[in-house]
């Protein structure tokens, strides 16, 4: 089947303004992860969904950021306010099981740029 | 709070040649180890993973990668590499208990050169 997707691929938003990224997990994958990459740096957790509920939320970076997810399915990553700093590549991952020794299958991303 | 460091942000080497990009990471207790490949403007692609068992770990690509618990370290090698390796990679680490979210290394740049 079809791997992680995300959508947009790339966004231009204007400092101030709000944005909303979305991920469509693999089909049956339980567990969700966002992720952010800035340029040039490793991947900064955010949130993790088992199901549709956020057990670990403790990567949000402030109240601007928020997640949501709709059953064992599409998530969706909102961020209020947006800021310079806030640019980077948002990540989604999703993992079939909630063993810790399943991979996470990860998506494109989407390339988010604050002006 | 468990951490993965890479030590080489950038490995230049020459095509044929032989490559080991290095992964420590600190956790004091079991844990599940990924290596990782994102290609220029794509997503992240596992490589390998160390879940249990043999120390020597085979992937995708003709890459390998060894776990070492006493010196905390999951190295990634291969032993002749093409144009087609240039990429980056990222170590991470998952540990048995508590957060589930994987802890990634700040990734390392291998640039292959004819």
């Known amino acids: 089947g079809a791997g992680v997707s995300q959508s947009p691929s790339n966004k231009v938003t204007e400092k101030g303004k709000d944005v909303e990224l979305r991920c469509d997990p693999i089909?049956?994958?339980?567990?969700l992860y966002w992720y952010r990459q800035r340029l040039g740096q490793g991947l900064e957790f955010l949130i993790y969904f088992q199901g549709n509920s956020a057990p670990d939320k403790s990567g949000l970076p402030s109240d601007r950021f928020s997640a949501e997810r709709t059953g064992e399915s599409v998530s969706t990553l909102t961020i209020q306010r947006t800021q310079q700093e806030d640019s980077a590549v948002y990540l989604c991952?999703?993992?079939?099981?909630?063993?810790?020794?399943?991979?996470?299958?990860f998506g494109q991303g989407t390339r988010l740029t604050v002006v | 709070a468990q951490s993965v460091t890479q030590l080489d942000s950038q490995v230049p080497v020459f095509e044929e040649a032989p490559v080991e990009l290095r992964c420590n990471y600190s956790?004091?207790?079991?844990?599940?180890l990924f290596w990782y490949v994102q290609y220029p403007n794509q997503g992240l692609q596992l490589l390998l993973k160390y879940l249990s068992g043999s120390t020597l770990v085979k992937g995708i690509n003709g890459f390998e990668a060894e776990f070492n618990k006493s010196q905390t370290s999951f190295h990634l090698r291969k032993p002749s590499v093409h144009i087609s390796d240039t990429a980056e990679y990222f170590c991470a680490v998952r540990k048995d208990t508590g957060r589930r979210a994987l802890t990634f290394g700040s990734g390392t740049r291998l640039q292959v050169q004819p």
């Open positions: 991952a999703s993992s079939p099981g909630t063993g810790f020794n399943t991979e996470a299958f």
């Open positions: 956790s004091s207790v079991s844990v599940y």
């Open positions: 089909s049956g994958h339980t567990a």
